[in-house]
């Protein structure tokens, strides 16, 4: 089983900042891409940052200046750091990664990739 766990959020007054974290733990043989997507009620899941699977980062529209992702690759964990919050900014954050698990049985690894959803971190941005 992989499972990814998000921490760090919260409440933030508007021009605060925010810094969330997600660990990916459980047979993991590699992890292939993993970022930050977030979502607001009535409004579809939105690209934040991501690494991909090419070790290049993807932000989302509009997001590339106030949102910084960074990654600590043997702890397979990803960090977004988030500055100047607006109200607009407020929303579920979920991590998101493609992850190659590995598992052995019969004497033989097999390889399988999955993709995995955070539970989600609440941000709350208001004075």
């Known amino acids: 089983q992989v499972q990814l766990v998000e921490s760090g959020g919260g409440w933030v007054q508007p021009g605060g900042s925010m810094t969330l974290s997600c660990s990916a733990s459980g047979n993991i043989f590699n992890v292939i891409a993993m970022g930050w997507y977030r979502q607001t009620p009535g409004k579809q899941r939105e690209l934040v940052a991501t690494f991909t699977s090419i070790g290049e980062i993807e932000y989302g529209d509009s997001m590339q200046g106030r949102f910084t992702i960074s990654r600590d690759r043997a702890k397979n964990t990803v960090y977004l750091q988030m500055i100047s919050l607006k109200h607009e900014d407020a929303a579920v954050y979920y991590c998101?990664?493609?992850?190659?698990?590995?598992?052995?049985?019969?004497?033989?690894?097999?390889?399988?990739?999955?993709?995995?959803w955070g539970q989600g971190a609440q941000v709350a941005v208001s004075a």
């Open positions: 998101n990664a493609d992850i190659t698990v590995r598992t052995f049985a019969g004497g033989i690894y097999s390889y399988t990739s999955t993709g995995r």
